[in-house]
């Protein structure tokens, strides 16, 4: 039996996975993210530990029996988070996360000290990542900075819990901007231009690899006759691939999670930092992977449910079973920033086309809309990186809906595949890390393609509808920047 445990931002979620990698149990634990101002988001790590001992205590008391044969346990993380660790390996403050946008300023200054950056690194400096979050804290929080003495993604903080080591593997550490993504280690010339050293990093390991063994304490409280060998495991969006079978070059997926996500498997570095594409590792060895984020997915459907006061369900059901006109509104879903293509922290979100005859499902329709335009964004991007996708696998929260689906198959020409488990996600693939790390199997032999249920190709009449509203979409976005300059000037 192995364990997948997926340290995402709304929520934890762990699952029990036996032998036939069937899923046996699974719990997961709420969290809570805070805004202390706009564009600030941050957890409180002990919130994450607390949730892990939710979850796991709940598998413990329904699957005793599946959780005393535990051998593996792999972690999934959401990537860039900075937590900042003291002399004795406190917690100095909330970490900063991946959506949060205050080291907008900063980017700029990491780039400058690390000219290299982009070609080493495989990526645009941006807010979201790590490296610039440090050089943020050093200026406006000297005493916390001076105080650092270890910097921890999330999930390699919840390993530094579970078993005492730091510990990170490849495709979450390329997410900090510190490493050489292409040589696969630390990049001093990065480390350097935020007054850091290798010191202040945790080990680095393929995800594949054994990565410590859970804490006595820990394995005794849930029961498991042995303790169990961490695996190196992955970052979110790379524990999805794994879990998707997306481990050959060429193998694609969308993700429509909080964030959206289009992914392509390479099988070599290839950097493309113009318009906001990543080049990062992949979580197996020797592979790597394109990818572009949209940053409000599944979290824009979640915001105007929570602002409408109705169920994301409910909302759904006003829209017709089948989309045959475009909405009259346009929905720009730029809630917390957009990252692919316009690394832009400071743009937020729009309606536009409203009218006294528009509807509530006029404007569901429009935010489905609307994410998928953003979606169409980093499609075109990957292809000027190279990266042609003719289909792909869809997962997520937001793959459970089929006209979502539909609808971004004939935004984005793609003909996507539904899954029979579309919403395993991440725990999944970390799971089959954990085995491999315990086994020594081939990654091939255990990261086998998802069952696919049904595929949606594009509506040829509605696709070419789409187009016309993908021009306006688009023509909207340097009207609000110029709006928003006018008013902050």
Not at 339 to 356: E, K
Request: glycine share 10%; net charge neutral.
């Amino acid at each position: 039996m192995f364990v997948g445990i997926d340290l995402g931002t709304s929520a934890l979620k762990a699952v029990l996975v036996d032998g036939d990698q069937q899923v046996k149990g699974s719990h997961t634990h709420p969290l809570r993210v805070s805004s202390p101002h706009p564009g600030w988001n941050e957890q409180a790590p002990e919130d994450w530990w607390t949730a892990l001992l939710a979850a796991m205590d709940a598998l413990a008391a329904s699957c005793p029996r599946e959780m005393a044969a535990v051998k593996g346990i792999g972690l999934s993380g959401q990537q860039h988070g900075a937590v900042l660790l003291g002399r004795d390996g406190n917690v100095l403050r909330p970490c900063i996360l991946w959506n949060d946008v205050r080291a907008a300023a900063q980017c700029a200054t990491f780039e400058h000290r690390f000219a290299q950056s982009r070609q080493v690194c495989g990526n645009m400096a941006m807010p979201g990542f790590t490296a610039p979050k440090l050089i943020w804290v050093a200026h406006n929080e000297p005493d916390i900075f001076v105080a650092t003495r270890h910097v921890l993604l999330p999930k390699a903080w919840l390993r530094y819990r579970m078993t005492g080591e730091m510990i990170e593997d490849m495709s979450d550490a390329s997410g900090s901007l510190w490493l050489d993504v292409g040589n696969r280690c630390w990049s001093d010339g990065a480390l350097a231009a935020t007054d850091l050293t290798r010191d202040a990093m945790p080990a680095l390991v393929e995800g594949t690899a054994r990565a410590g063994v859970l804490d006595a304490g820990l394995a005794r409280r849930w029961g498991m006759t042995t303790r169990p060998v961490l695996a190196g495991s992955a970052g979110d969006n790379a524990a999805g691939a794994v879990g998707l079978g997306a481990v050959r070059a060429g193998s694609s997926f969308l993700s429509l999670g909080t964030s959206g996500v289009a992914w392509v498997t390479t099988d070599r570095f290839r950097p493309h930092p113009q318009g906001g594409i990543h080049a990062f590792c992949h979580a197996v060895p020797d592979m790597w992977h394109q990818m572009g984020v949209t940053l409000s997915a599944a979290s824009s459907l979640a915001w105007w449910a929570r602002t409408t006061g109705m169920g994301e369900a409910a909302l759904l059901a006003e829209l017709p079973d089948r989309i045959t006109r475009p909405s009259p509104v346009i929905f720009l879903p730029y809630l917390s920033g957009e990252r692919t293509p316009h690394n832009d922290g400071d743009i937020r979100g729009i309606f536009a086309g409203l009218s006294h005859g528009t509807t509530r499902a006029d404007m569901t329709q429009a935010v489905l809309e609307g994410v998928a335009f953003s979606f169409r964004d980093v499609v075109d991007v990957l292809a000027d990186a190279g990266s042609v996708l003719h289909e792909a696998d869809v997962i997520g929260g937001g793959s459970g809906s089929r006209t979502w689906v539909s609808i971004l198959a004939s935004v984005t020409g793609l003909s996507l595949h539904r899954l029979a488990h579309g919403e395993q996600g991440g725990a999944f693939g970390a799971a089959r890390l954990a085995r491999i790390a315990v086994t020594g199997e081939a990654v091939e032999a255990v990261c086998l393609p998802q069952q696919r249920k049904e595929t949606l190709h594009p509506d040829a009449e509605l696709a070419g509808a789409y187009a016309s509203v993908l021009a306006r979409y688009r023509a909207l976005y340097p009207c609000i920047r110029s709006a928003m300059t006018v008013r902050t000037a």
